[in-house]
Every structure is written in C-alpha cells, then in structure tokens.
C-alpha cells in the first residue's frame, strides 16, 4: 500500500482562488511528521510546512495551511490567495519517527497551474 | 548564499564513468541525505548520514556510495555509471530537534548516456 497517496496528479486554479491539495497518510506509528514541499520549474525543493501527529492544531505558514485530520489520516494543504509564482509541483512526505525511520516517504506529487 | 549548495548543477557523462557529486551546508545540521529523483516521481532515499562516522544505506543504495568529508560535505558517488541512473539528484540536510525539517539543495541533473 502506499504511505502518501496524492491523488489530483494536476489542478488548474484562477488566480487568487484558495486551492485545496489533498494528500492522505498510512501508517501504524503513532509519532510521525507531515510535510510539504513546492517545486518549480525550476527544480529545487522549497519546503512549505509541518505537521507532527501529537499536534493539536493545523498548521500555518503565511499563505499555507495544514488541514489535518487525524482519524482520516489526512494532510490537505490550503493556499490562499493564489499567486501565479504558486504554479509548481507539491509533494506531501512522511516521517515516521517512532520506527526509527530516518527517510521522507513522498507522494508523487500535484501538479499546480495558476491561471492568471 | 544558499544555505545548501551541490555541484556540479548539470552534469552529463557516458556508461561506465565514475561521478562524483558534491554537498556542502553552511547551517550546522549533523543530518545529510541524498536523495534521487526520477521523472514524474517523488523522492527516494539513496544513503544517509548522522554524523561524520557515521553512514547508512537508504532504499536505493546499489550502484552508490558515499563519503562523508566532514559535518559540512557529503558526496555520492556513482562508481560506474549507468543509464538508468540519469536523475534530478537531490542532497537535504536537518537537524536532530524536532520537527527536523530536512532542507534541500538545489539538485544536480544527471544524464547517463
């Protein structure tokens, strides 16, 4: 079974709507981390944001939020606002901590295009 | 200057050439990966090290190996390149307190021919 499943392969967004980016988790671990990673064109890896499983609350960076929720195992990522410098791949990762697990374990990825 | 930083950023070679490519961070984590990354895929975890004596092998660790320098440099070497190794090559760093964030270079695009 996969660990991260990202299932909208790509989205198309007008500018300045909020953007959902779905990503679900599987894991037995009851200590992991959730984050998220932008990707331009460009190619280099911008992390975005952290979740950690005893967290209480989602998530927030400037325009990202986590929306979290734990029983669906679910890591959804909310961009308001969209930007056209937001049109990029988004890959949602796992940690799992408890396994003594050290790698990320990333989705396949989303890709983003804003539309002006 | 980036906190990250991988050379070369392109390289292209020929089957059996051995390459090296080259890490280095400037933001004091004992933590070092290298990662590869193939078209339309996400990442995966090639070696890892958590100190400078220490080196471990990562999900896809055969055709590789690794040299960490110092608590600043880690390299990945491919001994004897191949085709299928051509890949986007990614080098992360973190730290030992929570959430450790691994943070990415630039990557280091990779063609075998």
């Known amino acids: 079974a996969q660990k991260i499943t990202q299932t909208q392969p790509g989205m198309f967004v007008q500018e300045k709507e909020a953007v959902t980016l779905d990503c679900t988790y599987d894991?037995?671990?009851?200590?992991?981390?959730l984050f998220w990673y932008k990707q331009p064109s460009s190619g280099e890896m911008i992390f975005l944001i952290y979740?950690?499983?005893?967290?209480?609350q989602n998530a927030t960076e400037g325009r990202y939020s986590l929306n979290f929720q734990k029983a669906r195992k679910s890591a959804n990522l909310v961009i308001s606002a969209s930007q056209l410098g937001d049109s990029a791949m988004y890959f949602c990762a796992m940690r799992e901590v408890s396994f003594g697990n050290e790698k990320l374990t990333f989705g396949t990825g989303t890709r983003l295009t804003i539309i002006p | 200057d980036a906190d990250v930083t991988q050379t070369p950023r392109n390289r292209i070679t020929k089957t059996g050439k051995r390459i090296m490519l080259e890490c280095s961070q400037t933001k004091g984590h004992d933590r070092m990966y290298w990662y590869r990354q193939d078209p339309g895929l996400g990442l995966q975890l090639i070696y890892y090290s958590f100190d400078v004596k220490d080196i471990n092998k990562g999900e896809i660790s055969d055709g590789y190996s690794v040299s960490r320098q110092a608590q600043a440099k880690f390299s990945l070497s491919l001994e004897s390149a191949i085709p299928n190794q051509t890949a986007l090559y990614f080098c992360?760093?973190?730290?030992?307190?929570?959430?450790?964030?691994?943070?990415f270079g630039p990557g280091t695009r990779l063609t075998v021919l």
């Open positions: 979740q950690g499983s005893y967290d209480q």
């Open positions: 894991t037995s671990d009851p200590s992991y981390g």
């Open positions: 992360a760093t973190s730290g030992t307190s929570s959430p450790d964030t691994q943070y």
